[in-house]
């Protein structure tokens, strides 16, 4: 018959190896849109250095490992620009977005060559740099309006982007990829912004003045053209002006609705009226 005590010695070494384990390794557990790359120092001698294969599940390292996570998923990165400066000096403020997204299965190269703050140090700074250096070739005008200039000029930043990560990853790989470069916004800025609202109200007021201008033109030459027409009625009918003037009355007496009217013809010029509603 087995001895207990012998029995019960392997199980308590075992279990106390998991719990010094425990207490010494640890877990890394990426969720489903994670990738982890592991940098793995040694515990004497030598240097630090990346795991060839990244971690996509649960996974026991040792206490001198540490994991970077890396989301790979599609990511959107906004930015803002201050008062960059168009082809005409208008100073503008931008806002654009760009998806970025790190390709799954490549994040121990990803950290290896660009280190876990690749997108600070690589992308960010080159791709501020090319939409200052477009902005400045474009018309204020067209970037805050025009939207096939606006597709252009995302278009030429995201082909940019392209080809810096491809020149990057000719000497190491850099495993990204630029989906979309997109302008949110243009505007100018708040002081340039007030002087164009100036300027469009004494634009605005300018055409008013002169649309009034015209009104009053046209109104004019339509009454000098009514009175050549009356007075060439009259000649034609061989009239006084005082019995046109009394025909003209007729007419607008008549056309006054639920008027009835009496008149009362006299040996004068002027009748006698007597106009009842």
């Given amino acids: ?84 400066l168009s082809n005409d000096n208008t100073p503008l403020d931008v806002n654009m977005y760009m998806i970025i997204q790190v390709k799954k299965g490549q994040t121990p190269d990803l950290l290896r060559n660009y280190g876990e703050n690749w997108f600070e140090n690589f992308i960010e700074p080159y791709f501020r740099n090319k939409v200052r250096e477009y ?6 005008f ?29 000497k190491a790989n850099f495993p990204i990829d630029i989906q979309q470069v997109i302008t ?25 003045q002169e649309k009034r201008a015209e009104m009053e033109l046209a109104r004019a030459k339509a009454e000098r053209n009514k009175a050549v027409a009356d007075k060439a009625y009259m000649t034609e009918l061989n009239l006084s002006p005082a019995q046109f003037i009394q025909l003209r009355a007729w007419d607008v007496i008549e056309k006054k609705n639920g008027a009835n009217i009496d008149v009362l013809f006299g040996g004068g010029e002027t009748p006698m009226w007597n106009i009842r509603r």
Avoid: H, W
Wanted: charged share 20%; aromatic share 10%.
């Fill in 1 to 84: 018959m087995n001895n207990p005590k012998k029995i019960l010695l392997p199980v308590a070494l075992v279990v106390t190896f998991c719990a010094i384990g425990l207490v010494f390794f640890s877990f890394v557990n990426p969720s489903y849109d994670q990738e982890a790359a592991l940098k793995m120092k040694p515990i004497f001698f030598g240097s630090t250095r990346v795991a060839d294969e990244p971690v996509n599940s649960i996974t026991l390292i040792a206490p001198t490992t540490t994991a970077v996570y890396f989301n790979i998923l599609p990511q959107k990165m906004q930015f803002q620009f201050d008062d960059l």
């Fill in 135 to 140: 902005v400045s070739s474009c018309s204020p």
């Fill in 142 to 170: 067209d970037l805050m309006s025009n939207r096939e200039v606006l597709a252009k000029f995302d278009d030429r930043i995201k082909q940019s982007m392209r080809q810096y990560v491809a020149s990057l990853s000719r």
């Fill in 184 to 208: 949110d916004r243009v505007m100018p800025n708040k002081e340039q912004l007030e002087e164009m609202n100036k300027t469009a109200a004494s634009i605005q007021a300018k055409q008013t």
